[in-house]
């Protein structure tokens, strides 16, 4: 019988494949036969991580290049079409927020900088179009491929002093949507373009917010667990799953969807 979850040799590109939770699901699907294009902004970070794939199997290769450069884009893309001849999936992890886009914990609403959110809201959300609009240009002959994209809980739940990174994870909602419908529309039910949705994820770039030094949690960190239902952050392999399935034959009929993983964060009132 088929496996429905097989990838095995399917050239998966993944954006910010340094990181924690795309570098992660990157590597997870490499073990899982896939051939992983790993990219994120420096070389030495690529070469680090592509000293750790090369681990796994053969299945990778890596570049350093800027989601929001379309010239290097345009590059990787020549390159894996040469190399490879296709792109079966994209997973856009690149993403991040920065302090002059959240308000700070003493300031007023009025002070934040307009300059660091327009850099939030670049790297989020024009930093998913720009990879989709390349990379899924493959799958216009192909006739077939998926996109992963990530969002936050803060795309649909005010998270109080987050603006811009909040701003642009509710476009990316509202952007697999889009994208979803006008690549079934045009290119047929084999393309399809869905999203995840991590709940509270202890990563570099929100461990000082969230947990103290001596490990216990900060104000903030008990207000996420407190909302949170199974009382607990999220283990970073705990997204591995739910994009195996939205990437696999498995979901063959899923698509526009923003999936949840959050230990029922989204469910729960608080109360
Ligand atoms: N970790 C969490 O709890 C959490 C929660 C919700 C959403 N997310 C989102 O999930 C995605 C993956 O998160 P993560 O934990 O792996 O983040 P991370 O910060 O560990 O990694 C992000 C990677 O993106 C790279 N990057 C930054 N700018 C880039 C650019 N211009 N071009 C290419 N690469 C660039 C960085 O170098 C970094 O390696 C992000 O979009 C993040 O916003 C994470």
């Known amino acids: 019988m088929k496996n429905l979850f097989d990838v095995t040799d399917k050239v998966i ?14 590597k997870y699907l490499q073990r899982q036969g896939a051939y992983v294009v790993y990219l994120d902004l420096f070389q030495e970070k690529v070469d680090e991580t592509l000293a ?35 792109v079966d999936v994209l997973i856009n992890g690149a993403g991040g927020n920065m302090p002059g886009a959240t308000i700070g914990p003493n300031q007023d609403v ?10 939030v809201l670049d790297l989020n959300l024009k930093g998913t179009v720009m990879p989709t609009m390349t990379f899924a240009k493959a799958f216009k002959a192909q006739r077939s491929g998926c996109v992963v994209n990530f969002s936050s809980m803060s795309a649909t739940q005010a998270l109080t002093r987050v603006l811009g990174y909040s701003n642009a994870k509710a476009a990316i ?44 949690y900060t104000d903030r960190g008990q207000q996420v667990i407190n909302k949170t239902p199974f009382r ?11 994009i195996h399935y939205l990437i696999s034959d498995a979901a063959a009929f899923v698509t526009g969807v923003v999936v949840p993983v959050d230990g029922g964060f989204s469910a729960f009132s608080g109360v």
Do not use: H
């Open 13 to 26: 590109v993944v954006t910010g494949a340094a990181g924690v939770l795309a570098g992660g699901v990157a």
């Open 52 to 86: 750790e794939a090369k681990k796994i199997s053969d299945q990778c290769c890596g570049f350093a290049c800027s989601v929001l450069d379309q010239a290097s884009l345009d590059a990787v893309y020549g390159k894996i079409m040469a190399d490879l001849g296709r």
């Open 110 to 119: 009025f002070d934040l900088k307009i300059e660091d959110y327009s850099k």
């Open 173 to 216: 909602d509202n952007f697999t949507k889009w994208m979803a419908t006008e690549m079934a529309l045009k290119y047929g039910d084999k393309v399809r373009v869905n999203a995840l949705v991590p709940g509270f994820f202890i990563g570099n770039q929100n461990r000082a917010l969230l947990v103290k030094e001596d490990g216990s």
């Open 232 to 242: 607990r952050f999220g283990e970073q392999d705990e997204v591995y799953g739910t």
